[in-house]
């Protein structure tokens, strides 16, 4: 029995000492394979200072906020200059009477706005940007504004009277 086990190591060792030879052969071609891969890689690709040349699109605020307060008689907005973009427009009527945000696009920062007999604001005669449920006082409201359009915008409460008494303020949104 004992003679066998030794006579079978004996056969065994010869094999196993082949099949790891083909192994290290086989892992030495593998890695020749990912050298000529990696090789042809950086020679076709260009470099990274190429690719930092083409400089991305400007970047966006997607997730900026602006912070507006309403009250008698004053628009008050944390920004009045911003990058094009969506905005969240968190709005808080501080005021004692109701009070409501809309805003236009001008076709430039000193248009005329167009007023009706009454000094309120022809809003049909603008180009709308937001509009909004008014705002009880001590009300707050949240809207996302789309001010992906570069220029000037007239943010305004035009509740009877109110925009005569002062609630407006100019927007310049650049790229
Ligand atoms: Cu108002």
């Not at 000094?119 to 001590?138: F, K, R």
Request: with cysteine.
């Amino acid at each position: 029995m004992i003679t066998e086990e030794h006579a079978t190591t004996e056969q065994q060792s010869p094999e196993i000492a082949r099949m790891l030879r083909r192994d290290v052969r086989t892992v030495g071609l593998i890695a020749l394979v990912m050298a000529i891969v990696v090789v042809i890689g950086v020679l076709t690709h260009p470099s990274s200072h190429a690719r930092t040349t083409a400089a991305p699109a400007a970047p966006v605020a997607p997730s900026a906020t602006v912070s507006a307060v309403l009250s008698e008689w004053h628009i008050g907005l944390d920004q009045t200059t911003l990058q094009t973009g969506h905005y969240t427009f968190n709005i808080d009527n501080t005021g004692t009477i109701e009070h409501e945000l809309i805003a236009f696009k001008l076709s430039s920062p000193s248009q005329t706005i167009p007023l009706d007999k009454a000094g309120d604001v022809n809003e049909d005669a603008l180009t709308s940007a937001t509009d909004g449920e008014n705002l009880v006082p001590g009300g707050t409201q949240t809207r996302t504004v789309d001010l992906t359009a570069p220029g000037a915008y007239i943010f305004m409460c035009n509740i009877a009277g109110h925009y005569h008494n002062g609630m407006h303020v100019i927007v310049t949104v650049t790229r």
